[in-house]
């Protein structure tokens, strides 16, 4: 099972950008759909964005307004979170996920969890 450790996280003002890292260990990450999510205090898990194997196809939350890209780079074993104009309530933890080929916007359809990063955003 891949192993996965988000950074990038910290405290930023609204309207500020901000890219979150996703490294991944124990095996290539180019035979996996990866996706964010996001969970607020007291909130469920949200689905922000996924990337398919190679980066051709990505998807994002609606909500998002186009906020937010996800990129990767497999040879980095590395996923990319871009955050431009972050507003207050995008604060929350936000995790990367990883799952066997297709993308996917159900959390439960992910195997693999990082331990997430804290993004706070201050009006």
């Known amino acids: 099972q891949v192993q996965l450790v988000e950074s990038g996280g910290g405290l930023v003002q609204a309207g500020d950008s901000l890219r979150l890292s996703c490294a991944a260990s124990?095996?290539?990450?180019?035979?996996?759909?990866m996706a964010w999510f996001r969970q607020a205090p007291g909130d469920e898990r949200e689905f922000v964005a996924a990337?398919?194997?190679?980066?051709?196809?990505?998807y994002g939350a609606r909500s998002l307004q186009g906020r937010f890209t996800i990129s990767r780079d497999n040879a980095k074993n590395t996923v990319y979170l871009q955050m431009n104009s972050v507003k207050p309530e995008d604060t929350a933890v936000y995790y990367c996920?990883?799952?066997?080929?297709?993308?996917?916007?159900?959390?439960?359809?992910?195997?693999?969890w990082g331990q997430g990063t804290q993004v706070t955003v201050s009006s």
């Open positions: 990337i398919d194997l190679y980066g051709g196809t990505t």
């Open positions: 996920a990883a799952r066997g080929f297709l993308i996917a916007v159900n959390p439960r359809e992910y195997d693999s």
């Open positions: 124990g095996r290539s990450l180019s035979t996996y759909a």
